[in-house]
């Protein structure tokens, strides 16, 4: 590499989304994300989703760089069509599986790819029988670092949130119904758009469930409390 | 088959629109000893006559000659948890395709994190004996494999040949005087789907026996059994382990020998 040629590895993230709440409940997982993303701390694209859905089985979501998320959703659709020659819907475990392992190879190469995904989805047990599939959320982050959790909370919500969503889940774990569920994710979302400068107030929750499949959300919006404003900083 | 002027290599074509090379090749896989492979609804069993011989002299002819100083020769190898697979042919060719199936499964395991399907594995052979009948300067495996697997689909019994042919069974046998084998499978098949594993193992074991001339028998030495099913890792039988399952197959009288075919059916 010749010190002339332009850098040819990504340095740092360009238009970014932030944080991603997921939760599993009885049967399925609840994934909320915000619809912005930022060029910095400037809020350029609304109305953008920040889910993917893989198929009937599986739901990505991002925060970090957008182009390369888009990118990969190209590298996940070949994926899922190299599972369709075998006559197989990609599950959620293999998936992550496979995203983990290109994450840490990229990083591996000092070229990142610029996201923290959340694979979500219902992982199919026994062909064909719905009762016994489980609930499956997947975390990778952009070093390559991977796990499998109940619930979580990335970006700036992993310093807000986990708590908060972990007092919730230990009220009822895995007895939370869909509702319940989806209730603790609203709840959670205030927390982040009063603390993180890079969230919005618009946002939308999708879901995976065994029995409806990938479910994505409609927008909603939410106004929060700020009534703080008037006695912390001269607001009239 | 004579030699003709259209056998030199693969990548020639005879005006009856034949690949020489590559039926040479497949009588190669004809040559070898046998095997046979069934599956049932939740499992999938592959048992082989081992042979302890050596060829002296490589020509058209493959001569042997029964030698008390070596081993038998390995003809079943275990490829992950749920597969296994069984040779018949160029042993040396079946085994280079062994590790190449046992490294297909673990590159899988390794970006998944979980088994391979068995149709991926049938796909890889596929691609990996075709390029050896296109390309000059490259000549076909002389070997045919039973592919036995379990998998989220059930059972399989994937046989492959030299040809390049790979195809899902529900019972067959590849290797010398297979026929035989082959119409006990025929003669049987209804009976394979509801087979618990024990009978299912005695089933191929009565198939493999029918491949043997008269004066010869199968053994604890010269049987190799491998089964695979549901909560069942892949599991290879030799020597002990396989008497208990001959004592089962030497209470049914043998009707056929060899070279005679037609046997009557087995009363289970």
Redesign the interface.
């Known amino acids: 590499m010749n010190a002339h040629d332009e850098v040819q590895r990504t340095l740092n993230p360009t238009c970014t989304g932030t944080s991603v709440i997921a939760l599993q409940y009885k049967t399925g997982v609840v994934v909320l994300t915000d619809r912005v993303v930022s060029y910095g701390k400037m809020a350029r694209y609304k109305n953008v989703s920040r889910q993917y859905k893989v198929n009937d089985n599986v739901l990505i979501a991002f925060g970090g760089d957008h182009a390369d998320f888009h990118w990969l959703q190209n590298v996940i659709e070949r994926q899922v069509l190299l599972w369709k020659?075998?006559?197989?819907d990609i599950g959620p475990?293999?998936l992550?599986?496979?995203l983990t392992?290109l994450l840490y190879a990229r990083r591996c190469k000092m070229n990142p790819i610029w996201n923290t995904l959340v694979v979500a989805g219902v992982e199919?047990e026994?062909?064909n029988n719905k009762e016994t599939s489980t609930p499956f959320i997947g975390v990778i982050t952009q070093k390559g670092c991977a796990y499998q959790v109940k619930h979580i909370a990335t970006g700036l919500g992993a310093f807000l949130l986990n708590q908060a969503v972990e007092d919730e889940w230990r009220k009822k774990g895995e007895n939370l119904s869909r509702e319940d569920a989806e209730a603790v994710l609203r709840k959670s979302l205030e927390l982040t758009l009063y603390h993180d400068c890079v969230a919005d107030n618009e946002f939308e929750i999708g879901r995976v469930d065994a029995n409806e499949g990938v479910v994505l959300g409609n927008e909603e919006k939410i106004i929060g409390d700020w009534s703080i404003a008037e006695t912390n900083c001269q607001y009239e | 088959m004579f030699r003709n002027q259209y056998d030199s290599d693969v990548t020639v074509w005879s005006p009856q629109g034949r690949l020489h090379q590559v039926e040479y090749a497949v009588e190669a896989m004809k040559q070898g000893s046998a095997t046979v492979g069934i599956k049932s609804e939740t499992h999938a069993v592959i048992v082989a006559l081992k042979v302890d011989d050596f060829f002296f002299s490589i020509t058209l002819f493959f001569q042997r000659a029964q030698n008390e100083l070596s081993s038998h020769q390995k003809k079943i190898y275990e490829i992950d948890t749920h597969s296994g697979v069984s040779i018949a042919g160029l042993l040396s060719d079946g085994r280079i395709l062994a590790r190449f199936l046992q490294t297909e499964c673990s590159s899988w395991r390794w970006d998944y994190k979980q088994p391979v399907p068995i149709k991926k594995l049938a796909e890889s052979m596929q691609l990996k004996l075709q390029a050896n009948t296109q390309y000059y300067g490259r000549r076909p495996f002389g070997v045919g494999i039973l592919i036995a697997g379990y998998d989220k689909d059930g059972a399989h019994i994937i046989q492959t040949d030299p040809s390049a042919e790979v195809v899902s069974m529900h019972g067959t046998s590849i290797g010398a005087r297979s026929q035989s084998a082959r119409t006990y499978l025929e003669r049987n098949v209804d009976k394979f789907e509801k087979s618990s594993p024990e009978e299912l193992i005695v089933h191929a074991l009565l198939a493999l026996r029918d491949t043997l001339p008269a004066e010869e028998n199968l053994s604890a030495q010269n049987t190799s059994i491998g089964i695979v099913g549901k909560d069942s890792p892949f599991n290879l039988l030799d020597d002990a382990q396989v008497a208990v399952h001959l004592n089962q197959v030497s209470t049914h009288p043998r009707t056929t020998a060899g070279a005679q075919g037609g046997a009557e059916p087995m009363q289970m």
């Open positions: 020659r075998f006559d197989q475990k293999a992550h599986g496979y392992s199919e026994e062909k």
